[in-house]
C-alpha cells in the first residue's frame, strides 16, 4: 500500500503528470528488486524509513552506471522519494486514499489523449468531413508512436483531408508554416529532392522538407507536420531511406531526443538534425503507377488503410456546433518513449503482455520469414501505453489496429505456404477454423478477438483463392 501513498503524495504536492508520477513509482519498484546489487538487505524500498540507504544507493557506481542508460529518471525518482521519507517522519503524516484527479499539463488546453482526440474529430465533423472517432484516434496514438506514419487507400476516400483537418485542428496550418504539403514527383532518386542539394557555384540549395526542419528548429515547442503526397509514385527506398535512418538513431540526451546529423556541415554548412516536433505523413495509392513498399519502410511506419466509404451516410453535414481550432503544444504529440527499457519500469505487465501475444503471431509468420521483430513488438508496446492515457480504445481494439498495421502488411505471395500462414491467422483472430466456400464469414468477425484483423485476413484468403496470388495492398 505504501506505493500508493507515494503516488498520492506526488500527485498532492508536485506538478509531475500522472505518467511520470507513476513512471517514477516503477522505478522505485524496480530498484527495489536490485537491492542486493548495492550491497544492501533490504528487499523493498517502500518500506524503508532511514533516507541514508537512498543515499547508498546514489553512490553505487552499477546505479551510477544504470541511472546514466536510463536518462537520470532512476535519480529523480530517489529524489523523490527521500522527500516522501522526511514527509512520513512529520507528525501530520497520515496514509492517504487514492482518488485526486490527475493533474492538468498547464501548457495543454487537455487533460487525457481522450480529449485531444474528441476536440480533433468533433472539429472535423464542424468542417463538414466525416471520419470516424476510431479512425482519428488510431490516427493520433500511431502518430505518437513513431512521427511517420502511411495513410493508404482508394483515391478519394480523404487521406490528405484527414491530416490537413487534424493539423488545422490543433492550431497548424500552412500559413503558419506548422504543416506543409509536398507532392513527390515520379523522378525523384535519392534523398536531394526532399533535403536539398549544392549547386554548381558551391551554394547549398534547400530542399521543401529542410525548409520545414528549419521552421520546427526555431520553434521546438509547437509540432510541425508534413504531407509527403503520392508518397510512392517514387520508390520510397531511394529518396526516403536517408531519412528513415536518422529517425532510427533517435536518442535521449539531457533529457531530450535527437538524432545523428540528416544533413552534415559540408553540405549545408552546418549539421541539420531529424527535430522531435516533426511529423511526417504519406499518403499512399496501390495501383499499377505506383510502387511497393520494402519491409524497411513498412517496419518503421504504422499503415493505416482508408478504404471505408459511406455515401449515404449524410448526418455530419448537419452539424452545427461550432468548434473553433486551438494551439496545442508539441508535447501531446511526442513519444514518451524511444526504446522498451524506457517502457519497461513504468508497464512491466503490458509488455509482458504483448510479447506472449506476439509469440502466438509470430509462429505462423515463420513460414514465409515474415515474423516480425524487436522494433514492431516495441511499437505496438508504444502504443498501447499511450492508448492507456483516457482509454480511447478498448485495449484488444488498440491491438486490433496495431495488427492491422504493424504485421498484415509484411504478408504477400502466392504458394501453399502463404495459404497456410493466412488460415492459421485467421484460427488465432476467430477462434474457427477457416473454411473455403463458406456462405458467410460475418458472425464469425463479428464475434472475433481482432475483427478487424480478421476481416483483413479473410480478404486476403479469397483473394489468394481468386487470383492466385496475394497481399495487403490490392484492392
Not at 484468403?461 to 481468386?466: P, V
Request: hydrophobic share 35%; with cysteine; proline share 4%.
Amino acid at each position: 500500500m505504501d506505493k500508493d501513498n507515494f503516488i498520492k503524495w506526488l500527485e498532492d504536492t508536485t506538478e509531475l503528470s500522472s505518467y511520470t508520477i507513476n513512471r517514477y513509482a516503477g522505478a522505485i519498484d524496480t530498484l527495489s528488486t536490485e537491492l542486493i546489487k548495492y550491497g544492501l538487505n533490504e528487499n523493498n524500498l517502500f518500506n524503508i524509513t532511514d533516507k541514508n540507504i537512498i543515499d547508498s544507493i546514489l553512490n553505487n557506481q552499477s546505479f551510477q552506471d544504470k541511472n546514466k542508460r536510463g536518462n537520470r529518471m532512476y535519480s529523480a525518482a530517489l529524489n523523490h522519494f527521500t522527500e516522501y521519507i522526511e514527509h512520513k517522519k512529520s507528525s501530520n503524516y497520515l496514509p492517504v486514499k487514492k482518488g485526486k484527479p490527475i493533474l492538468r499539463d498547464p501548457s495543454s488546453p487537455f487533460l487525457t489523449n481522450k480529449e485531444l482526440i474528441n476536440h480533433v474529430h468533433s472539429y472535423i465533423k464542424f468542417k463538414g468531413f466525416h471520419y470516424s472517432i476510431e479512425e482519428v484516434t488510431n490516427l493520433f496514438l500511431s502518430i505518437k508512436t513513431k512521427p511517420f506514419v502511411i495513410l493508404s487507400g482508394i483515391s478519394g476516400t480523404g487521406k490528405t483531408k484527414i491530416v490537413q483537418l487534424f493539423a488545422e485542428s490543433i492550431g497548424a496550418t500552412e500559413k503558419n508554416g506548422q504543416l506543409a504539403l509536398i507532392p513527390v514527383r515520379p523522378d525523384w532518386n535519392d534523398s536531394s529532392d526532399l533535403l536539398g542539394y549544392v549547386d554548381i557555384k558551391g551554394d547549398f540549395k534547400k530542399g521543401p522538407l529542410t525548409k520545414v526542419i528549419e521552421n520546427a528548429e526555431k520553434n521546438p515547442d509547437l509540432p510541425f507536420f508534413v504531407i509527403l503526397d503520392e508518397m510512392n509514385l517514387a520508390r520510397v527506398e531511394h529518396y526516403f531511406s536517408d531519412i528513415l535512418s536518422v529517425m532510427e538513431s533517435r536518442k535521449w540526451q539531457d533529457g531530450k531526443i535527437i538524432s545523428s546529423n540528416l544533413l552534415t556541415e559540408e553540405i549545408a554548412k552546418r549539421n541539420i538534425k531529424l527535430p522531435a516536433n516533426l511529423y511526417i505523413i504519406g499518403t499512399v495509392n496501390m495501383d499499377e503507377t505506383t510502387h511497393p513498399f520494402s519491409k524497411k519502410v513498412l517496419d518503421r511506419a504504422n499503415t493505416i488503410e482508408l478504404n471505408r466509404v459511406e455515401l449515404s451516410n449524410l448526418s455530419f453535414l448537419e452539424e452545427s456546433k461550432i468548434v473553433e481550432a486551438i494551439c496545442v503544444p508539441d508535447s501531446k504529440f511526442r513519444s514518451r518513449y524511444l526504446h522498451l527499457k524506457d517502457l519497461y519500469s513504468a508497464n512491466k505487465d503490458l509488455v509482458l503482455k504483448v510479447t506472449d501475444e506476439l509469440e502466438k503471431i509470430n509462429k505462423p509468420l515463420q513460414l514465409i520469414n515474415a515474423h516480425v521483430g524487436y522494433r514492431v513488438r516495441d511499437e505496438i508496446c508504444f502504443y498501447l501505453d499511450y492508448n492507456e492515457d483516457g482509454n480511447p480504445l478498448e485495449e484488444k481494439k488498440a491491438f486490433d489496429y496495431c495488427i492491422l498495421q504493424k504485421i498484415l502488411p509484411r504478408i504477400s505471395g502466392s504458394d501453399r505456404r502463404v495459404e497456410q500462414l493466412l488460415s492459421e491467422l485467421y484460427r488465432l483472430f476467430t477462434g474457427r477454423v477457416y473454411k473455403e466456400g463458406q456462405d458467410s464469414y460475418q458472425q464469425e468477425i463479428d464475434e472475433a478477438k481482432y475483427p478487424n484483423s480478421a476481416a483483413k485476413v479473410l480478404e486476403m484468403l479469397r483473394r489468394l483463392g481468386d487470383d492466385g496470388f496475394t497481399s495487403f495492398w490490392i484492392s
